[in-house]
Nanobody
Framework: QVQLMESGGGSVQTGGSLTLTCTGSGFYKRSGCMGWFRRVLNGAREGIVSLEVDGSTKVADFAKGRFNVSRDKDANNIYLQMNRLRPEDTAMYFC?????????????????WGQGIQVTVSS
């Protein structure tokens, strides 16, 4: 059974940084994709970054240059470091995993999800 859990969310001021952690179990990361998504205030879920087996990434335009993904070498943990945060980054952030590849950022392609964690950026 795949289980994903996010941690590290909270409130930060504009321009600040946060690092989210996704702790995974029951998922063999060397065969599949892991990624980060968010659901903004209007309810639309959008992809942020996906991490391929070979370590390559797909990154949404709004995240380029500000958000970075990394993973533990031996564990099913991935991280999302978010820098220069803006009020429009306020959202519920989700970790996701799936065995379908390539790791496109379309939320409908992913079957395993964490419960999400809130990030609030104040101006």
């Amino acid at each position: 059974q795949v289980q994903l859990m996010e941690s590290g969310g909270g409130s930060v001021q504009t321009g600040g940084s946060l690092t989210l952690t996704c702790t995974g179990s029951g998922f063999y990361k060397r065969s599949g994709c892991m990624g980060w998504f968010r659901r903004v205030l209007n309810g639309a879920r959008e992809g942020i970054v996906s991490l391929e087996v070979d370590g390559s990434t797909k990154v949404a335009d709004f995240a380029k240059g500000r958000f970075n993904v990394s993973r533990d070498k031996d564990a099913n943990n991935i991280y999302l470091q978010m820098n220069r945060l803006r009020p429009e980054d306020t959202a519920m952030y989700f970790c996701a995993a799936d065995y379908a590849r390539p790791c496109w950022l379309a939320p409908g392609n992913w079957n395993y999800w964490g419960q999400g964690i809130q990030v609030t950026v104040s101006s």
